[in-house]
């Protein structure tokens, strides 16, 4: 499979517990992306990496959450002290940087918070 | 005042009808634009690029207004399958990250 694969596809975790998403990119995209997404709205921007420099947090970002992608291949995403309101599916999208080129979204990790 | 902005619909149209979306951005230096496609549960899926000069890919039209600031995405014969969600995304600059719209959503019925 050369797309973007995020893992788990599906978490549950109690409130207050730590959890950490991956994602693998499509091997030649250099700048990857990670988004929120509740239901009814559109994703909404987290970060984004090109290679393994962070360029850019969300000022909507709790300092609960934070990112790493340490060799500018593979990312990953970790919320800790989960609250309630976290649930929502998040999406990490891929992309060769420069104009113009396609954005390529794993199909998601769902995050519940009970 | 949201970055990129649409309306959220729902869009009601049968089967066979045009349907026109429209898509304002804020930021004047947004350089590239996109259409993308959601599905429900599903991730989103490029529908296609907007080119300044305006670009069709078979039913769907897509054009640029930088002067007003909206891109739109224009649906001809519009079929069943149509019925998801549109996102119109926007980019600043090769440097810069991609923002989406929340999304217009499109019910095609029978």
């Known amino acids: 499979d050369t797309g973007v694969s995020q893992d788990p596809r599906h978490k549950i975790t109690k409130r207050g517990q730590n959890v950490t998403f991956r994602c693998d990119p499509i091997s030649e995209h250099n700048r990857l992306y990670w988004y929120r997404q509740t239901l009814g709205q559109g994703p909404e921007f987290l970060t984004y990496f090109q290679n393994e420099a962070q360029l850019e947090k969300s000022r909507l970002l709790s300092d609960r959450f934070s990112a790493e992608r340490p060799k500018g291949s593979f990312s990953t995403l970790e919320i800790q002290r989960t609250e309630q309101g976290d649930s929502a599916m998040y999406l990490c999208?891929?992309?060769?940087?420069?104009?113009?080129?396609?954005?390529?979204f794993g199909q998601g990790t769902r995050l519940t918070v009970v | 005042r949201k970055e990129v902005e649409q309306d959220p619909g729902p869009f009601n149209v049968p089967e066979g009808a045009t349907v026109a979306f429209n898509c304002t951005y804020s930021?004047?230096?947004?350089?590239?634009f996109f259409w993308y496609r959601q599905d429900c549960r599903k991730e989103p899926k490029l529908l296609m690029s907007v080119y300044s000069s305006g670009n069709e890919d078979g039913r769907f039209t897509a054009q640029l207004n930088r002067a007003s600031q909206y891109i739109s995405l224009l649906i001809r014969d519009s079929k069943l399958s149509d019925s998801a969600t549109y996102l119109c995304v926007c980019g600043y600059s090769s440097a810069s990250k991609i923002i989406f719209g929340s999304g217009t959503r499109l019910s095609i019925r029978p």
């Open positions: 930021n004047s230096a947004s350089q590239s």
């Open positions: 999208a891929t992309q060769v940087r420069g104009q113009n080129t396609e954005a390529f």
